[in-house]
């Protein structure tokens, strides 16, 4: 588990480097609001979360499937589903856009030059 980062992950750097090939100037890791998205254009009020599909409970179901409900791993995953919303709910009150894009669908090749596109075309609006 020490090796899991938070920060930088491959698919954080994947779409870090588009990017910038890109032209595209943006905050990594913005600290000043709730949530730290992974990208964030302040003066714009847009962030974006790269989300890691385990962590962040796109497999839910299937984690659930077969532990009890008490399991450590339910409850984790749960609390971080739970926390996620209510951060990104707090961000749109605040009048910030958001977007949330998993890692998966950035790592995986025939996905992923249409998520990048997607993550651009939302920061260029």
């Not at 750097?13 to 588009?18: D, K, M």
């Not at 499937?65 to 739970?82: A, F, L, P, Q």
């Not at 856009?97 to 075309?121: F, M």
Request: with cysteine.
């Amino acid at each position: 588990m020490s090796r899991i980062r938070s920060k930088n992950t491959q698919a954080e750097r994947i779409v870090f480097s588009f990017l910038r090939q890109e032209g595209v100037h943006f905050k990594k890791h913005y600290k000043d609001i709730v949530g730290c998205p992974d990208i964030a254009l302040p003066e714009k009020k847009k962030a974006v979360f790269v989300d890691g599909d385990f962590w962040h409970g796109r497999d839910f179901e299937r984690v659930k499937r077969g532990r009890k409900k008490t399991d450590y791993w339910v409850e984790k995953i749960k609390s971080n589903i739970e926390r996620d919303k209510k951060q990104r709910a707090s961000l749109r009150r605040k009048g910030w856009a958001v977007i949330k894009v998993w890692e998966s669908d950035i790592k995986r090749k025939r996905t992923r030059l249409k998520q990048l596109k997607k993550i651009k075309s939302f920061l260029a609006l």
